[in-house]
């Protein structure tokens, strides 16, 4: 993975990871973020790799109150259930398609939502989900989070419903 880190506006002291910034952005400013890049592929079409060990991601923006990955997926590849440790995020899928499950209803029941390009998810800080490529070709997405992740949460589904299985924090990504 490498890392492109976009200039910063102005050189503030960097933020503790513990202490949220001043404004975090809505889901709805982040549903805008990514729409917007997705309709710029000059921007980062360039940037995306193929990888057949697992998804290839790249961060492309990091500011105090948000963050922009890109994310490619080949068919099989997914994420697993997993929260975003208190983020609001949006994601577009701007090639391809996936699929995203996530529990929900009175009775937590599993969703499925098929997931074309031009498709924008939006979501509060409370929101788990898995995201996979079942398609036969491959696929990329635009992801953003405010504040900028500092750590997800991984859980495996049983009959029960969800069991947090792990957490990583940015040196895994």
Do not use: K
Not at 16 to 29: C, F, H, M, N, W
Not at 82 to 109: C, I, K
Not at 117 to 122: I, L, P, Q
Request: net charge negative.
């Amino acid at each position: 993975m490498s890392v492109d880190l976009a200039p910063a506006q102005s050189e503030p002291p960097a933020p503790s990871p513990s202490v949220l910034p001043e404004r975090t952005l809505t889901p709805a400013e982040l549903r805008a973020v990514v729409a917007e890049l997705a309709d710029r592929p000059q921007e980062w079409i360039h940037r995306v790799r193929l990888s057949a060990d697992e998804r290839w991601y790249e961060r492309l923006r990091l500011s105090e109150d948000h963050e922009v990955w890109l994310i490619s997926w080949l068919p099989g590849q997914s994420t697993g259930f997993h929260d975003h440790g208190g983020s609001r995020g949006a994601f577009t899928v701007a090639l391809g398609e996936l699929e995203e499950l996530s529990l929900g209803g009175p009775e937590g029941e599993l969703h499925t939502r098929r997931l074309s390009a031009g498709t924008v998810r939006a979501f509060g800080p409370e929101f788990l989900h898995d995201v996979r490529n079942t398609a036969a070709g491959p696929a990329v997405t635009i992801h953003a989070y405010s504040p900028p992740l500092g750590e997800m949460a991984l859980y495996e589904l049983r009959a029960s419903g969800l069991r947090r299985t792990a957490v990583e924090g940015p040196e895994q990504w």
